[in-house]
């Protein structure tokens, strides 16, 4: 792994995505990690009509805050360095986007996140990042 994706929800399955690129890299040597944090669009016109657009992106800037604080405790911890990143939009099309964007070499990520949805076996943010990216992907459960 040299350029590396780990999408990062607040779960415990991507705080183990998180472990699993630490493991590697003591084992195989340093790569560039990068955490990311996609946030849902508010997008109901009643809520642009009382709340500012600043008011907003605070509160994306919060939960994304809030969702890598134990992957970045985790990283420092091992003494890691690591860029996060916030994005907002439809949670796998915006990571697809990110990641080509980016052009990362790998994607790690947890089977299942913090979504109510999703299948049996993987979580469907999984599934569409599956179809949809061209890079390797590890899915760690």
Request: aromatic share 4%.
């Amino acid at each position: 792994m040299k350029n590396v994706l780990i999408p990062i929800d607040g779960s415990a399955n991507a705080l183990r995505a998180v472990n699993y690129v630490i493991d590697q890299v003591r084992e195989s040597g340093p790569c560039s990690i990068h955490l990311l944090n996609v946030q849902l669009p508010i997008v109901s016109g009643t809520v642009h009509a009382f709340i500012s657009k600043e008011m907003i992106q605070d509160y994306y800037e919060d939960e994304a805050k809030a969702a890598l604080a134990q992957a970045r405790i985790a990283l420092d911890k091992a003494g890691l360095t690591y860029q996060t990143a916030l994005r907002v939009g439809p949670v796998a099309a915006t990571l697809t986007a990110y990641a080509a964007e980016q052009k990362f070499d790998h994607i790690v990520m947890g089977s299942r996140g913090l979504g109510a949805a999703g299948s049996l076996l993987l979580g469907s943010v999984v599934l569409k990042v599956l179809q949809t990216v061209h890079i390797p992907v590890v899915v760690i459960n």
